[in-house]
């Protein structure tokens, strides 16, 4: 079956700019998870969703990021106010259920640069 | 606070075994997962354990001791398409993932 995928696969925006982020899960998958990962580095957790509420956005670094998931399947990273420090690659990722076995399947990213 | 310590850089031969270790300092514990990451793509998932000790999977192999906050990937038999990121997560409250910084491992033939 498909796995999680991400739009835009590569998104160029000037700073200041706002890009949207969009991350389609696993069919059936409840769970959705946001990570960004800087070069060299391991991916660094954002916001995760159970549902259509946000469970846990305390990895968002601050009010210019935001995430919705309107229906409980698709969800939109938003940035606002693009800064240079945001250019990483944007990963989502889904599983069955937020409990701790459940594994969870990454999508290919979105590659972020702000100029 | 959170911290997951894993070797930035690790090298070894075709055919050989090859041990990644991962350390742990974490609020919260749920479990861990190892995934194998190739450059440009997503992670996937190699491993999970909860409780202590090994679990095999085929060539690849982890093992858990919670008491001394510490895991470690056992390669065996490696391949030159093994060469990648193998990252060690750390699932604290909520579901959440808890990344070390990645060990890049590079198979020469």
């Known amino acids: 079956g498909a796995g999680v995928s991400q739009t835009p696969s590569n998104k160029v925006t000037e700073k200041g700019k706002y890009v949207e982020l969009r991350c389609d899960p696993i069919?059936?998958?409840?769970?959705l998870y946001w990570y960004r990962q800087s070069l060299g580095q391991g991916p660094e957790f954002l916001i995760y969703?159970?549902?259509?509420?946000?469970?846990?956005d305390s990895g968002l670094p601050n009010d210019r990021f935001f995430a919705v998931r309107p229906e409980g399947s698709v969800s939109t990273l938003k940035i606002q106010r693009t800064e240079r420090g945001d250019s990483a690659v944007y990963l989502c990722?889904?599983?069955?259920?937020?409990?701790?076995?459940?594994?969870?399947?990454f999508g290919p990213g979105t590659r972020l640069t702000v100029t | 606070g959170q911290n997951i310590d894993q070797p930035t850089e690790m090298t070894a031969t075709e055919g050989a075994i090859v041990q990644i270790n991962c350390t742990y300092q974490?609020?919260?514990?749920?479990?861990l997962f190892w995934y194998q990451q190739h450059a440009g793509e997503a992670p996937t998932f190699l491993s999970y354990?909860?409780?202590?000790g090994l679990e095999e999977k085929g060539r690849f192999s982890s093992f858990l001791s919670r008491s001394k906050g510490y895991s470690y990937l056992l390669l065996k038999e490696l391949q030159m398409k093994d060469s990648a990121s193998y990252l060690c997560?750390?699932?604290?409250?909520?579901?959440?993932?808890?990344f070390g910084q990645g060990t890049e491992l590079s198979v020469k033939p």
């Open positions: 990722a889904s599983s069955l259920a937020s409990g701790s076995s459940y594994e969870q399947y």
């Open positions: 969703f159970q549902g259509t509420g946000a469970a846990d």
């Open positions: 354990n909860v409780l202590d």
């Open positions: 997560a750390v699932r604290g409250s909520g579901g959440k993932l808890i």
């Open positions: 974490t609020s919260g514990f749920n479990g």
């Open positions: 069919s059936g998958h409840t769970a």
